[in-house]
């Protein structure tokens, strides 16, 4: 499908489903408000095909992936802002409450850095990406290098990091050396 | 979708500027309560915007709103950040 069509219900449909499916399997919640996160789908495919990658259809990328990796979704703020406010910045996600329906989703603060304060791989953390090798505390032996999904924490003992995180569904590119 | 445009709304009211995304779900609240209350506004897309222009107006947001985040809602020397429709409402009574 071309940049300029517009995107199909269907298709929007189709990744909502799976979307819910991933959460639901792994713990997580999509709005239940249903018109909205079907917007929230369609602003995911629209910077899908805008982009190449599906970022936050609530925050502006840069189209240069390497700095907008921590906002592709799932982003690598959605876990502290789920125990936070109760759902993700753009409230795709949302915790147990939300979704029973004892609190209301308000305005998520932005927790990621500004444009100016952000290095490398998006956030400001001076983080060791994948494939990077991170200097080990003196005397500390690991038999196998330790990876670290930063969207959901996952950690795993490894050669290299697995292609989908089990968890949380990101890919390779979103896990930094740990250990 | 326009980057950019203007919508009328009552001579009585002062006129907003609305900074949103286009892909963003809580842009369009936003503006649909702007439409809802009758208020005139300017408005911009920021991810509709080519380079130039877009780091052009991403200075305004800035001035506004250091976290560089959307909505971003710019009224009479004010500024409100995010769907906060009771803010918003109140904002513009007074």
């Not at chain 1, 499908?1 to 919640?29: C, Q």
């Not at chain 2, 709304?9 to 609240?29: A, E, K, N």
Request: aromatic letters at 8%; charged letters at 30%.
């Amino acid at each position: 499908m071309k940049r300029g069509d517009a995107i199909a219900k269907s298709e929007v449909e189709a990744l909502a489903v799976r979307l819910t499916n991933e959460a639901e399997g792994a713990g997580y919640h999509l709005n239940p408000d249903r018109d909205f996160t079907l917007g929230l789908v369609e602003g995911l495919l629209t910077n899908a095909r805008r982009y190449g990658y599906q970022v936050c259809p609530c925050r502006l990328a840069t189209g240069n992936k390497e700095k907008d990796l921590d906002i592709i979704c799932p982003c690598d703020y959605r876990d502290a802002d789920l125990v936070d406010w109760g759902a993700c910045y753009c409230a795709l996600y949302v915790g147990d409450a939300v979704l029973v329906g004892t609190k209301k989703v308000g305005p998520v603060p932005e927790r990621r850095p500004p444009a100016a304060e952000r290095v490398g791989n998006g956030a400001a953390r001076g983080v060791v990406p994948a494939g990077k090798s991170l200097p080990l505390p003196s005397g500390l032996v690991v038999a196998l290098p330790v990876w670290r999904c930063r969207v959901c924490g996952y950690l795993c003992a490894r050669e290299a990091p697995p292609g989908v995180c089990p968890i949380c569904k990101a890919k390779a590119e979103r896990f930094e050396r740990f250990l | 979708m326009e980057a950019r445009g203007s919508v009328s709304g009552r001579q009585d009211r002062p006129r907003i500027r609305f900074y949103g995304l286009s892909t963003c779900v809580w842009c369009r609240r936003t503006r649909q309560l702007l439409e809802d209350e009758g208020i005139p506004f300017d408005y911009v897309y920021v991810d509709l915007l080519d380079d130039d222009e877009r780091e052009q107006v991403m200075g305004e947001v800035r001035r506004w709103n250091p976290s560089e985040s959307f909505p971003t809602l710019v009224l009479e020397g004010r500024c409100i950040v995010g769907y906060r429709p009771e803010e918003i409402k109140e904002a513009l009574r007074s």
